[in-house]
């Protein structure tokens, strides 16, 4: 019933930029706060920037200021615009629906490679 889908990833570039989208369904995303996490060959999945239901924002410090994540409730979506992209930027990043008191839902991935 829920799914969630992610798109955009690809290869870009050392200072390049990509455009992901979290595309929801299957679940309203409203009230929830939602978040995009990475993971890097041979290392734990981090937390990248997450977004909540009033829409505050937090970032991982190795990305602020170069990725912002946004919202678009009415598109059951959520994207993460990553700029001045770094070789150590390449993983997979995945997206994730906060239930706080309940599992969490997330998405199958989607690559990014930041390479010259």
Not at 10 to 36: D, E, H, K
Not at 48 to 62: F, H, P
């Amino acid at each position: 019933q829920v799914q969630l889908v992610e798109s955009g990833g690809g290869l870009v570039q050392p200072g390049g930029s990509l455009r992901l989208s979290c595309a929801a369904s299957g679940i309203s995303i409203n009230f929830y706060t939602m978040a995009w996490y990475r993971q890097a060959p041979g290392k734990q999945r981090e937390l990248v920037a997450e977004i909540t239901r009033g829409a505050s924002t937090n970032y991982a410090d190795s990305v602020k200021g170069r990725f912002t994540i946004s919202r678009d409730n009415a598109k059951s979506t959520v994207y993460l615009q990553m700029n001045s992209l770094k070789p150590e930027d390449t993983a997979v990043y995945y997206c994730k629906v906060d239930r706080r008191l309940n599992s969490d839902y997330w998405g199958q991935g989607t690559q990014v490679t930041v390479s010259s």
